[in-house]
């Protein structure tokens, strides 16, 4: 009997030692919550105008705008690449055009409209959010002359309203010869889309395009601009109301540039296309059922030349910010920067929905092929959210409970750019031309031939198959990349990782100006 009472007691001091327990445990993180909260970051201070120069960017942004200079075809103009000549003067003759300008796509002599059209519309946005500090280091007009060498090109792609040429070359003969572009022999032929043949995603993009560089060209050639505007328009509208993918329409650009949809390039472009009218109409259209159909709010996406909802909500975050009140402080609006947060919160390291898709230095790593695409196009988008916000006075972005400001963005871009510069575990440069070790053997046609060198379509494999270093450096190309474990193969043969292309250019001269200095204050688009 008496070891039951005590056995009683017992049990009912444990009992109260339990509450108690519970009770201080609430307590605990009822403070700790009251001290996060109070702990929220101020936010930092508005930058100025740009500041201090940090010299490692500035060199690495003058060697990266040069490989446009190699890309470019046609009858070249203040031509700075000794291995470099006149190319691809008859493209487009077969159809009574001049499609001689434009650029190469990567280490091979095609002229791919999707691409191509994204390159010019990133160029784009650089040279709008961050054109003042390119401009303190040098490299303004020079991304200015590049952005045009495409524009122009693309204004010839579009002799009617509804039909846009979208491809020079035939990816197998192409890819069937081994030459420099300035001893071509080959045809080209054309390949457009049309009103039974559409290519919603191609003609949008190349409306966005247009569009952002209308805004670029504004103050220094109004005429220039209102032309860029003017095929824009009709080229969204083109793509709008005759919707269906090129891929179909055009079926070897699965094997290369094959679409995944084309609802996240009829956004952008009407977002672009919004920036540069103002017109209402483009802003209904991106909250309205559209942006209901295509937004995907809510699930982060990669930012890259198949997919723009990423940089759309970027972009449309831009209004929610600076916007007039009558649009800033649409509900729908709101959604896109979530959207865009979501974004920002998955690639920072420290947030609890960071992708777990990095390498163990750091590196965001998506895919064997092509790799440095993925890390380069989203630190560009950090950097820019990071801008906005700093103008704004909005100091933090929340994910899931965890707060960061806008220098944890900035950092994050840092870390993927310096990786690229260096800071890797092979202690190699990803930007050929830049610090004192870079790959080289590029897989680039023109770099891998000597300028004298007399080869055909196929002799000139030779060079592909050299064991010698390419005799041109590919200045400005940043590679491929490395793979998953950080290990990087140095061959010719190996595309996967030694295939530069001029949208990652594009991306990466994007990130370098952003960087080159401090943060310099959002300025208006108009």
Known sequence: MEEKRRSRGWCGWFLVVIVLAAIALALFLTLKNKMHKSKEPEAEPVPGPPGAVTQKYADALKVAVQFFDIQKSGKLVNNQIPWRGDSALKDGSEARLDLSKGMFDAGDHMKFGFPMAFTATVLSWTILEYGD???????????????????????????????????????????????????????????????????????????????????????????????????????????????????????????????????DELLWAASWLYHATGEKSYFEYVTGKNGDDYANWGSPTWFSWDNKLAGTQVLLSRVNLFGSKDVSNSKILQKYRQSAEAVMCGLLPKSPTATSSRTDSGLVWISPWNALQHPVASA?????????????????????????????????????????????????????GYGDKYPQYVHHRGASIPTDATTGCKDGFKWLESDEPNPNIAMGALVGGPFFNESFIDSRNNSMQTEPSTYNSAVLVGLLSSLVTTSSVVQSFT
Not at 236 to 256: L, V
Request: charge should be negative; glycine fraction near 4%.
């Open 133 to 263: 500090q390119m401009k303190v280091v040098n490299q303004l007009k020079a991304a200015q002359d590049s952005l045009k060498w495409i524009t122009d090109y693309l204004i010839n792609c579009h002799p009617t309203d509804n039909v846009l040429y979208v491809q020079v070359g035939s990816p197998k003969v192409d890819h069937g010869c081994w030459v420099r572009p300035e001893d071509m022999t080959a045809e080209r032929p054309l390949a457009q889309v049309n009103t039974s043949a559409p290519g919603t995603e191609v003609a949008a993009e190349t409306a966005a395009a247009l569009a952002s560089a209308s805004l670029v060209f504004k103050t220094t050639d109004l005429v220039y601009s209102n032309v860029l505007l003017k095929h824009a328009v009709q080229l969204f509208t083109f793509a709008d109301i005759y919707r269906g993918s090129y891929s179909i329409s055009i079926p070897e650009a699965q094997t290369y540039y094959n679409s995944t949809g084309f609802g």
């Open 380 to 432: 560009f988008l950090a950097v820019i959210y990071s801008d906005y916000m700093l103008t704004s006075r909005t100091a933090k972005i929340s994910c899931d409970g965890h707060y960061f400001r806008p220098s944890d963005l900035r950092n994050f871009a840092i870390s993927q750019a310096d990786y690229i510069l260096g800071s890797n575990p092979m202690k190699i440069s990803y930007l050929v």
